[in-house]
T-cell receptor, first 109, second 115 residues
């Protein structure tokens, strides 16, 4: 059974810091891995999708890496801003999406 | 992409009653899904809403408790039946679109509190 774990569960940092959020999964048989952002009352927004054959994806200040063999992904946020405050979820696609429990990020001015 | 709306956005209900949540998409989609997010937990897939046929439920979820309709390609409903406080969760609708089958787009969610 696929299990997805995210560490840390919560993170509070001052503006400008570079951050690393971690995601691990137990079964490497995945089609892809996605990182989502969840804002209260606004559902989920897809940030980055990494296909199983890829190693990383970048979008603006965000960079996500995937090491399928070790069952790990990281989301790197450069120069964090208060607007980055949200819950970040990773999900692996194995015919259905299996989500981690998320990392709640707070960036303070 | 797809723009998804859900109604209601939130509700407070009494034990034993039922609530129907609506999901409307602004374009035709291939797949529609319903998820539950219990307090402090990750999202869990309830079922896949199939157009013109019965929904496909995940382990631990049954049609009597969570009946789902999908009368067309842009609309679906999820009913939470005979509610108990344990049903207090956020319920989210998501879709896959024709040109981005790898990506799911999520609605804003319905926050349900059962007293």
């Amino acid at each position: 059974k696929q299990e997805v774990t995210q560490i840390p569960a919560a993170l509070s940092v001052p503006e400008g810091e570079n951050l690393v959020l971690n995601c691990s999964f137990t079964d490497s048989a995945i089609y892809n891995l996605q990182w989502f952002r969840q804002d209260p009352g606004k559902g989920l927004t897809s940030l980055l999708l990494i296909q199983s054959s890829q190693r990383e994806q970048t979008s603006g200040r965000l960079n996500a890496s995937l090491d399928k063999s070790s069952g790990r992904s990281t989301l790197y946020i450069a120069a964090s801003q208060p607007g980055d405050s949200a819950t970040y979820l990773c999900a692996v696609d194995t015919d259905k999406l299996i989500f981690g429990t998320g990392t709640r990020l707070q960036v303070f001015p | 992409s797809a723009v998804i709306s859900q109604k209601p956005s939130r509700d407070i209900c009494q034990r034993g009653t039922s609530l129907t949540i609506q999901c409307q998409v602004d374009s035709q989609v291939t797949m529609m899904f319903w998820y539950r997010q219990q307090p402090g937990q990750s999202l869990t897939l309830i079922a896949t809403a199939n157009q013109g046929s019965e929904a496909t439920y995940e382990s631990g979820f049954v049609i009597d408790k969570f009946p789902i309709s999908r009368p067309n390609l842009t609309f679906s409903t999820l009913t939470v039946s005979n509610m108990s406080p344990e049903d207090s969760s956020i319920y989210l609708c998501s879709v896959e679109v024709v040109d981005r089958v790898d990506t799911q787009y999520f609605g804003p969610g319905t926050r349900l509190t059962v007293l």
